[in-house]
């Protein structure tokens, strides 16, 4: 028998997520009379954990894919994906751009280097491009004053046939706060590229969801957005959860008691010893460590349910167990169910805030060692 931990992917909740943004997306640009963005789902990092053969099967909806490793991009194909993807980082050498023109990615075009790349090689049908403008993130892309001779560069490159559609993108710093900085961002992406033909690709999860970013383009018909984190069902946002938003939890990480013990007052829990009883207790061990992807960092208080009853973590957290508090559930014993996050349990947001790091470093760190289910 294996161990008892499992991780639940829900095909079916995943597909409830996506069709949460496009409605809000197609209510929002029905009452503006404009055309709905269209979604590239990003599915980068394993489908932020959740696996690509899933995400092309659970975002059948979507208007495109986007993710960052060649080889996951093959596998969307293999899996009868047709619709556009996007390589969110490009083209990382050369002899790459042959598989950009044989499975039809789309790619970023972030610096000089790549448009050298470009420059020196044939292809057989020509690759589309997203040239991207650093706006301020100042993470990848063109510096604004460097935009147009990079922009006139790959349209020799489109009259030559070795670049196909172009578009124009960026990225934004910080969509998921109250502050004046996204809408400055798009104030330089449109003092610089409006004059340039082609669609525009903006928004991560936090901007999709706060329509006036995407609405202050001009309206055209393929305008395109970028949500990852939300297709998941954990929520971009620190001031707002994702049931708030309507989200369903796209994983469920389970595992069950292996150990049932009463304790003293006094006694010491775990490595370090980090919690300490202050009355006589009942402890339960779990079939879960940071060797799974549990995060190390959470503390004492970190939110669980056991057997239905929603309780806590107790100090440290172990290679491949935990101890939390069974003082809130009734007759626990070996083998009864842990939700660690997602359906049933508390939300990955909340693990991931009493551990002080964000849901989508959690999603990502599911350890292959965890066997995945899927319920399609
Ligand atoms: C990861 C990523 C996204 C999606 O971001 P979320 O916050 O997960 O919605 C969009 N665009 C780019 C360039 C990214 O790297």
Known sequence: MPRPISATISLPFLTHNLAVIHDQLNRI???????????????KANAYGHGIENAVKAFAQADGLAM???????????????????MLEGFFNAPDINLFSQYSLDATVHCRDQ?????G???????NVFLKLNTGMNRLGFAPEAFNAAWQRVAALHTQGVVGDMGKMTHFARADERDSLTQKQISLLRHVT????????????????????????????AQWVRPGICLYGSSPFAHLSSQRLG???????????????????GEGVGYGHMFVADQPMRVGVVACGYADGYPRHATTGTPVVVKGVRTRLLGRVSMDMLAVDLGPVPEPSVGDEVVLWGEGGPGVDEVAVAAGT???????????????????
Request: net charge neutral.
């Open 115 to 119: 448009i050298d790349m470009l420059a």
């Open 68 to 86: 960052l490793d060649v080889d996951e991009a093959i596998v969307c194909r293999e899996k009868g994906w047709a619709k556009p993807i996007l």
């Open 194 to 221: 409006d004059a340039l033909p082609g669609p525009v690709s903006m928004c991560n999860s936090a901007a999709t969801l706060t329509p006036d970013y995407w609405l202050s383009l001009p309206d055209a018909p």
């Open 29 to 43: 640009s029905i009452e503006h009379n404009r055309s709905r963005p269209k979604i590239w789902a990003v599915i």
């Open 247 to 265: 989200l369903r939890p796209g994983m469920t990480l389970r595992s069950q008691l292996i150990s049932v013990r009463d304790i003293q007052a």
């Open 358 to 376: 964000i849901g989508y470093e959690l999603l990502c760190a599911v350890a292959p060692r965890v066997p995945k289910v899927v319920i399609s």
């Open 121 to 127: 090689v044939s292809v057989k049908n020509p690759v």
